[in-house]
């Protein structure tokens, strides 16, 4: 594919204006800003715990193993609960398993999942991520008692986390949280020096590609061995606080649901995985399906050889009866119609030869 801008797991530097306007603040008043969304959920539950008698932390069995690992790192309390991930229309009881002693964070799945937070005295105290479906309808009409969100999954930043408290009392208290570490300071440079050379990869072609390639991507990679094992939260510096909220009121979805349209309609039907969609949400991505790992593996090498690269969801989650793997194809602003009908093309080409 023409467009290199999916070759490496995150965005090059990209100017707030050429970016449709949303009013993200009309349903996100009540929050304060993070450099994670790991630091996020790390505040939110270090603060319940000192002012609870907090007994236990659920997370999704289905989750991103990085995130798991991490709070695995910081609390000794964590159990998992049974949740199909592929399937939006669940009937997951949180009082089934959890007390109001608990936490239990409950995952926005791609974007399509809403869930039914209990109003009753004895219900635990319910966080949503909304990573992987930020500006989503269960994002924007949340009732749960806190929301959480990594921004730099959607967001062309940095770093970029967000905690915020639905129908919360006090607006928009989007005040300093956390320690000042001026080696974290220095990770956030890190990645905008990678996202810099990235845009400088895709757009000017008198560079020597392959050498700038490899200096961003080994970049990333070192940021990203940073962050996991770093396990305090850190204050947003003002100057990174202003950046991030260039790029907050931006309508990402637009995009997404425009690009996701065009390929619905052009891919064909294919009994070896599933598309993940419904009529009342956009996707995180393209989201393809796999009840086996070697046929997602076969796919994903299949769109590299073409100049695509999805990301496999999460590896390490475990295989179950029905659909278990998901190969997740970036759909964002960054791609136009023109490649969408490359992406097309190259996927029903699978299979084929």
């Known amino acids: 594919m023409e467009n ?11 100017d707030a204006d050429a970016i449709t306007n949303f009013n993200t603040q009309d349903y996100i008043t009540n929050y304060n800003l993070f450099y994670t969304g790991r630091h996020a959920i790390k505040y939110i539950f270090d603060k319940l715990i000192a002012e609870e008698n907090i007994a236990k932390i659920w997370l999704p069995k289905y989750y991103c193993q990085h995130v798991t690992s991490w709070l695995q790192k910081c609390y000794s309390t964590i159990h998992f609960y049974t949740l199909d991930p592929f399937n939006p229309e669940h009937q997951l009881n949180v009082l089934d398993f959890a007390t109001d002693k608990d936490i239990v964070l409950l995952n926005n799945f791609w974007g399509l999942f809403h869930y039914n937070i209990p109003t009753t005295a004895n219900k635990p105290f319910c966080i949503e991520d909304h990573s992987h479906g930020w500006l989503s309808s269960g994002c924007l009409t949340s009732k749960a008692d806190y929301c959480v969100a990594s921004l730099r999954k959607t967001l062309p930043i940095p770093l970029g986390g967000i905690l915020w408290q639905p129908n919360g009392k006090t607006q928009n208290n989007n005040t300093s949280i956390g ?77 997404k649901k425009h690009n996701l349209e065009y390929l619905i309609q052009n891919l064909n039907k294919n009994d070896n995985y599933l598309i993940l969609k419904n009529n009342k949400n956009t996707t995180f991505g393209l989201h393809l399906v796999f009840k086996d790992l070697d046929t997602l593996q076969s796919v994903k090498k299949h769109l590299i050889q073409k100049g695509i690269y999805p990301s496999e969801l999460w590896p390490g989650n475990e295989q179950t009866n029905s659909w278990s793997f998901l190969l997740n194809i970036h759909i964002d602003f960054r791609y136009t119609i023109k490649d969408m009908a490359y992406i097309a093309t190259s996927l029903n080409q699978w299979g084929n030869y």
């Open 179 to 255: 320690n000042v570490d001026p080696v974290f300071y220095d990770n956030w440079d890190l990645v905008n020096k990678a996202m810099q050379l990235k845009q400088n990869y895709i757009y000017n072609n008198s560079v020597n590609d392959d050498t700038l390639k490899q200096k961003y991507l080994n970049l990333i990679s070192d940021s990203e061995n940073y962050l996991q094992h770093q396990y305090q939260v850190i204050s947003v510096k003002e100057e990174h606080r202003k950046l991030i909220g260039l790029y907050l009121n931006k309508n990402y979805t637009h995009y």
């Open 4 to 14: 290199k801008a999916g070759i490496g797991s995150f965005f090059h530097s990209t």
